[in-house]
């Protein structure tokens, strides 16, 4: 059972940066694309970020592009979102997901219904 946990969340002022860790168990970690997803009070869970299986391939929600980047450590079993120049509406509680893929699908995934694994979320609070 693939079990993944979410760090680095907090409470941080306009302009300044965070990095959440995603710590994935359970499986081989190079065989699943992660993704960032995130959610808002009142609204739904949204894609931000999405890495593929090597690291070689990300793709980012315009809301967050150039500001966020994702990556990972095959290594250490573990995804990264470090993101900068935070605003108040990136508020919002972030979750790390996972989704198995094929040896030859090295694909970032977008969807949030492609993924079948997710952790309980971080909460990140932006203040103006």
């Known amino acids: 059972q693939v079990q993944l946990v979410e760090s680095g969340g907090g409470l941080v002022q306009a302009g300044e940066s965070l990095r959440l860790s995603c710590a994935v168990s359970?499986?081989?970690?190079?065989?699943?694309?992660m993704g960032w997803f995130r959610q808002a009070p009142g609204k739904e869970r949204e894609f931000a970020a999405a890495?593929?299986?090597?690291?070689?391939?990300?793709y980012y929600a315009d809301s967050v592009k150039g500001r966020f980047t994702i990556s990972r450590d095959n290594a250490k079993n573990t995804v990264f979102l470090q993101m900068n120049s935070l605003k108040p509406e990136d508020t919002a509680v972030f979750y790390c997901?996972?989704?198995?893929?094929?040896?030859?699908?090295?694909?970032?995934?977008?969807?949030?219904?492609?993924?079948?694994?997710w952790g309980q979320g971080t909460q990140v609070t932006v203040s103006s």
């Open positions: 890495i593929s299986r090597s690291g070689g391939r990300t």
């Open positions: 997901a996972a989704v198995y893929l094929p040896y030859s699908a090295d694909v970032a995934v977008l969807s949030r219904r492609g993924y079948g694994y």
């Open positions: 359970g499986s081989t970690f190079s065989s699943y694309g």
